[in-house]
């Protein structure tokens, strides 16, 4: 006779090192009966809204957690009864046996969900996570979940392992998530203080350990309470709300961070006459349809300009002691949105014509502003491109989207008073702003970047043999 046997669904990695994901609706309720691949669930990860399918069919025991919280990786989602498996095996042992099968990405229904698959072709990366969560809304027991698929858009150098002399003995670490992220900043989770409630290495203290490091041991820190509550009041001031940050705002935030403590960024700008590139783009509208955006112009010279000036579109290797140089551009176009700032990626963008280019953009920045952008939609990049003349602004000094090197910003096009042969005429002026990290070049190397696309901005027609 076969008896039921529980199984746990844990969130899985739905991006690219993403840590957690907010939950937005249930799709099901206790004790309904669901099917393998069912959504069961609308999950916020930092990048999009995705549903979230089960990978295991039975009668829904427990759900975990309510609607606007937030689920870590590798926690509880929901549990199945499932009355086909075998019986015998103690919680425990499912438990482990659920992890064995975690770390081999085991097989399964072969649904796959932006970056979480559950074929033997997914990849071994799941990572699992502790959380501290509310009681779940029914009862069982634990069990397996499938592991991710893995895509690597661009080749990634191991760093090596931490400094000598780090404290002796094991230390606990939140999620291995963490632990890559103290290996890829070059720290060891040994000589990082915890501040987890089980006496973990939390991504917080990584992050701060990082920050830390780079402004040569002056410490940074949030004003708390010691039981690390905030504070009530600043000079006076009572507070009046707090609102929890977004997974969005969070990876951005840990991004930026990781940006500023890593790169020695550097700013060349320029202004720049447009006025031809101006009335090109009018020139080039069919007698139909619309012409291409200036976005494309721009994107179209600047990847002319990035052949002839590659190490602007390398990578660092994670050690730092290389320069990894691509065939080609992955173009990232930072994209404000109602959920936030996100760069979605256009691949081998050196590739496209103009009118390629230009579907591309539309496509992607109305993908993004729905907030169903896939993530891996979202990472690959190697150079950005970021149009803030849309914000009402003419310049700013951007940071780096690591791991890129470099980012572009533009600002607006208006008509300014500008000397031509002598005199003091109407142009459509914008100014130009390249952040680099100078461990890859030189302000020279930069300076002629810069001057090459304003060369072709400024007379395109110029360059039409070149273009796409």
């Not at 840590?19 to 309720?29: D, K, N, R, S, Y």
């Not at 020139?283 to 990847?303: I, K, N």
């Not at 052949?307 to 994670?318: C, K, T």
Request: net charge negative; aromatic share 4%.
């Amino acid at each position: 006779m076969s008896t039921a046997t529980t199984k746990v669904f844990r969130l899985p990695d739905l991006g690219e090192g993403l840590t957690e994901a907010g939950l937005v609706q249930w799709l099901v309720q206790v004790g309904d009966t669901i099917r393998t691949d069912q959504p069961i669930a609308e999950v916020e990860t930092a990048k999009s809204v995705v549903e979230l399918p089960s990978p295991f069919a039975g009668v829904v025991l427990a759900l975990h957690g309510e609607p606007g919280e937030t689920i870590d990786v590798g926690a509880p989602v929901l549990e199945v009864a499932d009355p086909d498996a075998p019986a015998g095996a103690s919680g425990g042992e499912v438990e482990k046996e659920s992890y064995r099968a975690e770390e081999r990405a085991g097989s399964g229904s072969g649904n796959v969900l932006i970056g979480y698959g559950t074929t033997e072709r997914a990849g071994s990366g799941r990572r699992r996570a502790r959380r501290t969560a509310g009681p779940a809304r029914g009862q069982g027991g634990p069990a397996g979940r499938p592991g991710p698929s893995e895509s690597a858009a661009l080749p990634v150098l191991e760093r090596p392992d931490g400094p000598a002399e780090p404290a002796p003995g094991p230390v606990a670490v939140r999620s291995p998530i963490v632990r890559r992220l103290a290996r890829d900043l070059g720290l060891d989770v040994r000589r990082i203080t915890p501040s987890g409630s089980d006496g973990a290495v939390t991504r917080a203290d990584v992050l701060r350990a990082a920050v830390d490091q780079a402004v040569d041991g002056i410490s940074l820190h949030a004003l708390g309470a010691p039981d690390g509550t905030a504070v009530a009041s600043v000079d006076g001031l009572a507070v009046v709300s707090r609102e929890r940050m977004s997974p969005l705002r969070k990876a951005v935030s840990a991004r930026l961070t990781r940006s500023r403590a890593e790169i020695p960024e550097a700013t060349v700008w320029v202004d720049v006459d447009v006025t031809e590139l101006w009335n090109l783009r009018a020139a080039m509208a069919p007698a139909d349809g619309r012409a291409p955006s200036l976005t494309a112009l721009v994107a179209r010279f600047v990847l002319i300009a990035l052949a002839e000036h590659p190490l602007l579109a390398a990578r660092l290797s994670d050690d730092a002691g290389e320069i990894v140089s691509f065939d080609g551009v992955n173009l990232g176009v930072a994209a404000d949105t109602d959920r936030g700032l996100m760069v979605p990626v256009i691949p081998r963008a050196h590739e496209l014509s103009i009118d390629e280019l230009d579907a591309a953009l539309r496509e992607l920045a109305a993908t993004a502003r729905s907030g169903s952008m896939p993530p891996d939609r979202l990472r690959g990049s190697t150079f950005t491109l970021n149009n803030y003349g849309g914000l009402g602004v003419d310049g700013s000094a951007a940071i780096i989207n690591h791991p890129d090197v470099a980012i572009l910003g533009i600002g607006r096009m208006i008509e300014r008073p500008w000397v031509v042969d002598g005199a003091i005429v109407a142009r459509r002026i914008a100014q130009l702003s390249l952040v680099f990290d100078h461990r890859v070049c030189d302000g020279g190397y930069a300076a002629s970047f810069l001057r090459r696309v304003v060369e072709l901005l400024e007379h395109p027609a110029r360059a039409f043999g070149r273009v796409r």
